[in-house]
Protein backbone atom coordinates (compact mmCIF):
# COMPACT_ATOMS: atom_id res chain seq x y z
CA UNK A 1 0.00 0.00 0.00
CA UNK A 2 0.93 3.56 -0.53
CA UNK A 3 2.08 5.31 2.57
CA UNK A 4 -0.18 8.58 1.65
CA UNK A 5 -0.47 11.40 4.20
CA UNK A 6 -3.29 13.60 4.27
CA UNK A 7 -2.61 17.32 6.09
CA UNK A 8 -6.32 18.83 7.12
CA UNK A 9 -6.17 22.86 7.23
CA UNK A 10 -9.21 24.86 7.44
CA UNK A 11 -8.38 27.93 8.74
CA UNK A 12 -8.12 30.39 5.55
CA UNK A 13 -5.32 32.61 6.29
CA UNK A 14 -1.55 31.83 7.11
CA UNK A 15 -0.08 31.37 10.45
CA UNK A 16 2.79 29.76 12.42
CA UNK A 17 1.11 26.24 12.61
CA UNK A 18 1.18 25.71 8.99
CA UNK A 19 4.80 27.12 8.99
CA UNK A 20 5.89 24.05 11.51
CA UNK A 21 3.65 21.59 9.28
CA UNK A 22 5.65 22.57 6.44
CA UNK A 23 9.12 22.47 8.12
CA UNK A 24 7.75 19.08 9.24
CA UNK A 25 6.75 17.88 5.79
CA UNK A 26 9.97 18.63 4.61
CA UNK A 27 11.83 16.12 6.52
CA UNK A 28 9.71 13.02 5.67
CA UNK A 29 11.08 10.10 3.81
CA UNK A 30 10.77 10.67 -0.13
CA UNK A 31 8.61 7.78 -0.15
CA UNK A 32 5.63 9.07 1.59
CA UNK A 33 3.05 10.61 -0.58
CA UNK A 34 1.91 14.03 0.49
CA UNK A 35 -1.82 15.48 0.48
CA UNK A 36 -3.01 18.56 1.49
CA UNK A 37 -6.54 19.70 1.52
CA UNK A 38 -6.81 23.47 2.16
CA UNK A 39 -8.67 26.91 1.37
CA UNK A 40 -5.53 28.41 1.74
CA UNK A 41 -3.05 27.46 -1.35
CA UNK A 42 -0.42 30.07 -0.48
CA UNK A 43 0.91 28.55 2.48
CA UNK A 44 1.17 25.15 0.65
CA UNK A 45 4.00 25.70 -1.98
CA UNK A 46 6.60 23.17 -1.13
CA UNK A 47 7.01 20.87 -4.83
CA UNK A 48 6.76 17.74 -2.35
CA UNK A 49 2.94 18.29 -1.59
CA UNK A 50 -0.09 17.48 -3.77
CA UNK A 51 -2.58 19.98 -3.41
CA UNK A 52 -6.41 19.67 -2.58
CA UNK A 53 -8.75 22.68 -2.71
CA UNK A 54 -11.06 22.94 0.35
CA UNK A 55 -14.73 23.81 -0.63
CA UNK A 56 -15.66 26.64 2.05
CA UNK A 57 -18.35 28.88 1.28
CA UNK A 58 -16.98 32.12 2.91
CA UNK A 59 -20.37 32.73 5.12
CA UNK A 60 -19.37 29.73 6.85
CA UNK A 61 -15.42 30.42 6.99
CA UNK A 62 -15.40 31.69 10.15
CA UNK A 63 -18.67 30.65 12.20
CA UNK A 64 -17.10 28.94 15.26
CA UNK A 65 -20.59 27.83 17.26
CA UNK A 66 -24.02 27.20 16.58
CA UNK A 67 -25.86 25.21 13.70
CA UNK A 68 -23.73 27.07 10.72
CA UNK A 69 -20.37 25.11 12.71
CA UNK A 70 -21.88 22.11 12.41
CA UNK A 71 -22.73 22.87 8.52
CA UNK A 72 -19.56 24.13 7.69
CA UNK A 73 -17.88 20.80 9.13
CA UNK A 74 -20.19 18.64 7.50
CA UNK A 75 -19.03 19.98 4.23
CA UNK A 76 -15.86 19.53 5.00
CA UNK A 77 -16.92 15.69 6.08
CA UNK A 78 -18.40 15.31 2.72
CA UNK A 79 -15.02 16.61 0.96
CA UNK A 80 -12.28 14.67 3.11
CA UNK A 81 -14.80 11.48 2.59
CA UNK A 82 -14.89 11.73 -1.29
CA UNK A 83 -11.09 12.38 -1.93
CA UNK A 84 -10.60 8.99 0.39
CA UNK A 85 -12.95 7.54 -1.96
CA UNK A 86 -11.12 8.93 -5.11
CA UNK A 87 -7.32 8.39 -3.69
CA UNK A 88 -8.29 5.19 -2.17
CA UNK A 89 -6.29 5.42 1.73
CA UNK A 90 -4.72 6.96 3.41
CA UNK A 91 -2.39 5.85 6.33
CA UNK A 92 -2.91 9.03 8.25
CA UNK A 93 -4.71 12.50 8.45
CA UNK A 94 -3.20 14.93 10.50
CA UNK A 95 -5.08 17.89 12.32
CA UNK A 96 -2.84 21.31 12.56
CA UNK A 97 -4.85 23.54 14.08
CA UNK A 98 -6.82 22.00 17.24
CA UNK A 99 -9.49 19.39 17.96
CA UNK A 100 -12.30 21.86 17.16
CA UNK A 101 -11.39 23.63 14.68
CA UNK A 102 -10.35 19.78 12.96
CA UNK A 103 -13.72 18.75 13.90
CA UNK A 104 -14.34 17.22 10.09
CA UNK A 105 -11.64 14.59 10.88
CA UNK A 106 -13.57 12.79 13.89
CA UNK A 107 -16.47 13.45 12.08
CA UNK A 108 -14.59 11.21 9.30
CA UNK A 109 -13.56 8.67 12.50
CA UNK A 110 -16.81 7.95 13.40
CA UNK A 111 -17.49 6.44 9.91
CA UNK A 112 -14.45 4.86 8.74
CA UNK A 113 -11.26 3.75 10.70
CA UNK A 114 -7.88 5.78 10.04
CA UNK A 115 -5.65 7.06 12.42
CA UNK A 116 -5.93 10.58 13.35
CA UNK A 117 -2.30 12.81 14.41
CA UNK A 118 -3.67 15.84 16.13
CA UNK A 119 -1.28 18.86 16.77
CA UNK A 120 -2.17 21.67 19.33
CA UNK A 121 -0.49 25.15 18.81
CA UNK A 122 -3.06 26.99 20.75
CA UNK A 123 -5.31 27.04 24.11
CA UNK A 124 -8.50 25.30 23.19
CA UNK A 125 -11.91 26.16 24.24
CA UNK A 126 -13.27 23.98 27.11
CA UNK A 127 -16.20 22.24 24.88
CA UNK A 128 -18.09 18.74 23.97
CA UNK A 129 -16.46 19.37 20.23
CA UNK A 130 -12.84 19.52 21.57
CA UNK A 131 -13.45 16.87 24.20
CA UNK A 132 -15.20 14.63 21.24
CA UNK A 133 -11.66 15.16 19.08
CA UNK A 134 -9.28 14.78 21.91
CA UNK A 135 -10.42 11.68 22.45
CA UNK A 136 -10.90 9.81 18.86
CA UNK A 137 -7.45 11.11 17.94
CA UNK A 138 -4.62 8.48 17.69
CA UNK A 139 -1.85 10.90 18.95
CA UNK A 140 -1.80 14.43 20.41
CA UNK A 141 1.12 16.51 19.93
CA UNK A 142 0.59 20.18 22.27
CA UNK A 143 2.93 22.50 22.95
CA UNK A 144 3.71 22.91 26.49
CA UNK A 145 1.75 26.44 26.69
CA UNK A 146 -1.05 24.50 25.58
CA UNK A 147 -1.20 21.89 28.46
CA UNK A 148 -3.68 23.57 30.83
CA UNK A 149 -6.46 23.80 28.13
CA UNK A 150 -6.44 20.50 27.15
CA UNK A 151 -6.42 19.33 30.93
CA UNK A 152 -9.76 21.46 31.26
CA UNK A 153 -11.01 20.59 28.11
CA UNK A 154 -10.21 16.51 29.77
CA UNK A 155 -11.40 17.17 33.12
CA UNK A 156 -14.67 18.85 32.35
CA UNK A 157 -16.52 16.37 30.66
CA UNK A 158 -17.76 13.25 32.05
CA UNK A 159 -15.66 10.44 30.80
CA UNK A 160 -13.65 12.76 29.33
CA UNK A 161 -10.46 10.61 29.33
CA UNK A 162 -6.75 11.17 30.86
CA UNK A 163 -3.71 12.98 29.12
CA UNK A 164 -1.60 9.62 28.96
CA UNK A 165 1.99 9.68 27.71
CA UNK A 166 1.31 6.72 25.57
CA UNK A 167 -1.07 9.55 23.66
CA UNK A 168 -0.48 13.09 24.40
CA UNK A 169 2.95 14.15 23.92
CA UNK A 170 4.57 17.45 24.42
CA UNK A 171 6.79 19.26 21.82
CA UNK A 172 8.76 22.64 21.03
CA UNK A 173 8.48 24.16 17.31
CA UNK A 174 11.66 24.26 16.02
CA UNK A 175 13.82 26.09 13.02
CA UNK A 176 15.35 25.96 9.78
CA UNK A 177 18.10 28.53 10.20
CA UNK A 178 18.99 27.83 7.17
CA UNK A 179 15.90 29.27 5.85
CA UNK A 180 16.38 32.59 7.97
CA UNK A 181 18.49 35.35 6.30
CA UNK A 182 21.33 36.98 9.21
CA UNK A 183 20.67 40.73 9.82
CA UNK A 184 22.60 42.90 7.69
CA UNK A 185 24.91 45.18 9.65
CA UNK A 186 23.20 48.48 8.82
CA UNK A 187 23.72 51.75 10.68
CA UNK A 188 20.14 52.81 10.95
CA UNK A 189 17.96 51.48 13.83
CA UNK A 190 14.96 49.35 12.58
CA UNK A 191 12.10 47.89 14.44
CA UNK A 192 9.96 44.83 13.17
CA UNK A 193 6.21 43.67 14.12
CA UNK A 194 5.42 40.85 11.96
CA UNK A 195 1.68 38.89 12.79
CA UNK A 196 -1.69 38.73 11.23
CA UNK A 197 -4.14 41.23 12.67
CA UNK A 198 -6.00 39.10 14.99
CA UNK A 199 -7.04 41.74 17.57
CA UNK A 200 -5.31 39.66 20.20
CA UNK A 201 -1.86 40.30 18.58
CA UNK A 202 -2.23 44.47 19.37
CA UNK A 203 -0.58 45.95 16.69
CA UNK A 204 -1.55 48.95 18.04
CA UNK A 205 0.06 49.10 21.07
CA UNK A 206 3.25 48.95 18.31
CA UNK A 207 1.84 52.03 16.86
CA UNK A 208 1.53 53.80 19.11
CA UNK A 209 4.77 53.20 21.29
CA UNK A 210 6.20 54.12 17.64
CA UNK A 211 4.02 58.12 18.09
CA UNK A 212 5.59 58.18 21.48
CA UNK A 213 9.06 57.50 20.04
CA UNK A 214 8.42 59.91 17.52
CA UNK A 215 7.26 63.09 19.85
CA UNK A 216 9.94 62.37 22.07
CA UNK A 217 12.93 62.04 19.68
CA UNK A 218 14.03 65.17 17.60
CA UNK A 219 15.98 63.31 14.81
CA UNK A 220 12.94 60.58 14.42
CA UNK A 221 14.41 59.75 10.69
CA UNK A 222 17.55 58.18 12.66
CA UNK A 223 14.99 55.11 13.12
CA UNK A 224 12.24 53.52 11.51
CA UNK A 225 9.49 51.01 11.60
CA UNK A 226 8.61 48.08 9.51
CA UNK A 227 5.12 46.63 9.86
CA UNK A 228 4.46 43.19 8.14
CA UNK A 229 0.43 41.46 8.12
CA UNK A 230 -1.82 39.67 6.84
CA UNK A 231 -4.65 41.42 5.62
CA UNK A 232 -8.44 41.07 7.90
CA UNK A 233 -11.17 39.12 6.58
CA UNK A 234 -13.49 39.42 9.14
CA UNK A 235 -14.58 41.43 12.77
CA UNK A 236 -12.33 39.81 14.71
CA UNK A 237 -9.26 41.25 13.04
CA UNK A 238 -7.96 44.89 13.24
CA UNK A 239 -9.02 47.50 10.98
CA UNK A 240 -5.33 49.25 10.43
CA UNK A 241 -7.35 52.33 8.81
CA UNK A 242 -8.11 53.20 12.26
CA UNK A 243 -4.44 53.70 13.51
CA UNK A 244 -2.63 56.39 13.26
CA UNK A 245 -0.39 56.96 10.38
CA UNK A 246 3.39 57.96 11.54
CA UNK A 247 5.63 58.95 8.46
CA UNK A 248 8.53 56.60 9.32
CA UNK A 249 6.28 53.56 9.61
CA UNK A 250 6.39 51.31 6.33
CA UNK A 251 3.61 48.78 5.83
CA UNK A 252 3.72 45.56 3.91
CA UNK A 253 0.97 43.52 3.54
CA UNK A 254 1.81 39.71 3.62
CA UNK A 255 5.08 40.30 1.82
CA UNK A 256 6.84 37.66 0.00
CA UNK A 257 10.35 39.52 1.02
CA UNK A 258 9.25 38.87 4.66
CA UNK A 259 13.39 37.63 5.20
CA UNK A 260 14.92 40.50 3.93
CA UNK A 261 12.53 42.78 5.82
CA UNK A 262 13.67 41.45 9.22
CA UNK A 263 17.62 41.11 7.65
CA UNK A 264 17.01 45.21 7.43
CA UNK A 265 16.16 45.36 10.90
CA UNK A 266 17.41 45.62 14.69
CA UNK A 267 14.39 44.94 16.56
CA UNK A 268 11.24 42.70 16.60
CA UNK A 269 8.78 43.54 18.66
CA UNK A 270 6.00 41.42 20.25
CA UNK A 271 2.76 42.71 21.62
CA UNK A 272 0.54 39.32 21.61
CA UNK A 273 -1.33 38.87 24.83
CA UNK A 274 -0.57 35.08 25.82
CA UNK A 275 1.20 34.15 22.59
CA UNK A 276 0.92 29.92 23.13
CA UNK A 277 4.83 29.92 21.10
CA UNK A 278 5.45 32.82 18.50
CA UNK A 279 7.51 31.21 15.57
CA UNK A 280 8.12 34.63 14.53
CA UNK A 281 9.72 35.79 18.07
CA UNK A 282 11.98 32.15 17.43
CA UNK A 283 12.36 33.37 13.64
CA UNK A 284 13.66 36.66 14.32
CA UNK A 285 16.09 35.83 17.11
CA UNK A 286 18.20 33.11 15.07
CA UNK A 287 18.49 36.59 12.31
CA UNK A 288 20.30 38.27 15.21
CA UNK A 289 17.54 40.86 16.04
CA UNK A 290 16.90 41.84 19.57
CA UNK A 291 13.84 41.03 21.13
CA UNK A 292 11.01 43.20 22.79
CA UNK A 293 8.54 41.49 24.42
CA UNK A 294 5.61 41.21 27.12
CA UNK A 295 5.74 40.54 30.39
CA UNK A 296 2.81 38.06 30.46
CA UNK A 297 3.98 35.00 31.87
CA UNK A 298 3.74 33.51 28.23
CA UNK A 299 6.43 31.01 27.03
CA UNK A 300 8.87 33.32 25.77
CA UNK A 301 8.68 35.44 28.84
CA UNK A 302 9.04 32.04 31.08
CA UNK A 303 12.34 31.35 28.80
CA UNK A 304 13.92 34.50 27.88
CA UNK A 305 16.11 37.18 30.67
CA UNK A 306 15.31 40.53 30.75
CA UNK A 307 18.37 42.44 29.96
CA UNK A 308 20.07 39.37 29.20
CA UNK A 309 18.57 37.63 25.24
CA UNK A 310 15.59 40.48 25.99
CA UNK A 311 13.85 43.32 26.50
CA UNK A 312 10.26 43.28 28.45
CA UNK A 313 7.67 45.47 29.03
CA UNK A 314 4.38 45.70 30.95
CA UNK A 315 1.89 43.82 29.33
CA UNK A 316 -0.93 46.01 27.11
CA UNK A 317 1.02 49.03 27.68
CA UNK A 318 2.14 50.99 25.14
CA UNK A 319 4.00 53.43 27.12
CA UNK A 320 5.98 50.65 28.75
CA UNK A 321 6.65 49.60 25.31
CA UNK A 322 7.80 53.28 23.96
CA UNK A 323 10.62 52.95 27.54
CA UNK A 324 11.41 49.53 26.35
CA UNK A 325 12.49 50.55 23.15
CA UNK A 326 13.92 53.82 24.54
CA UNK A 327 16.33 51.63 26.23
CA UNK A 328 17.52 50.38 22.79
CA UNK A 329 17.19 53.61 20.95
CA UNK A 330 19.81 55.27 24.05
CA UNK A 331 21.86 52.29 24.11
CA UNK A 332 23.40 50.51 20.91
CA UNK A 333 25.41 48.09 23.04
CA UNK A 334 22.87 47.14 24.97
CA UNK A 335 20.89 46.02 21.91
CA UNK A 336 24.08 44.52 20.43
CA UNK A 337 24.06 42.14 23.63
CA UNK A 338 20.88 41.39 23.72
CA UNK A 339 20.58 40.22 19.92
CA UNK A 340 23.93 38.22 20.29
CA UNK A 341 22.38 36.22 23.34
CA UNK A 342 19.54 35.59 21.53
CA UNK A 343 21.33 34.21 18.64
CA UNK A 344 22.72 31.77 20.96
CA UNK A 345 19.67 30.93 22.69
CA UNK A 346 17.48 30.41 19.51
CA UNK A 347 20.36 27.37 18.08
CA UNK A 348 18.73 24.97 20.68
CA UNK A 349 15.37 25.01 18.85
CA UNK A 350 16.41 23.21 15.85
CA UNK A 351 13.94 21.68 13.65
CA UNK A 352 15.89 18.38 12.87
CA UNK A 353 15.19 17.36 16.60
CA UNK A 354 12.54 19.35 17.96
CA UNK A 355 9.69 17.53 15.93
CA UNK A 356 11.32 13.45 16.17
CA UNK A 357 8.55 12.48 17.72
CA UNK A 358 5.64 13.74 15.08
CA UNK A 359 8.02 12.45 12.61
CA UNK A 360 8.12 8.91 13.78
CA UNK A 361 4.63 8.69 14.42
CA UNK A 362 3.49 9.70 10.45
CA UNK A 363 5.05 6.88 8.41
CA UNK A 364 4.34 4.19 10.56
Known sequence: MINRVLVFDPVPLKGGSKKVMNTILEQLPH????????NDKASWGNAKINFINLFSPHCLQNKTTGLCFYLKHLMYFFVLMTHMIKLKRFSKVIGISGPSVDFALYILTSIINIDVIQLVQGNISNSHVANFGLNRATQVFYLPSTLDSILSVLKAKP??????KVKFHSFLNGIDCQTIKPKNKNTQLGFLWAASLL???RLELFTSAIAQLNNQYL???????SVCYIEPKTDKYLDINTLKQESNIYWYEDPDSLNDIRANSSVFISTAESEPFGLSILEAMTAGLAIVIPADNAYWDQQLIDGYNCVKYDAGNGESLAQALTKLIDDRDLLSTIAKNSVRYAQQYCHLHCY???LKSIPN
Open 31 to 38: DVEIWVIS
Open 159 to 164: HGGELT
Open 199 to 201: KWK
Open 219 to 225: HSESYFA
Open 356 to 358: DDI
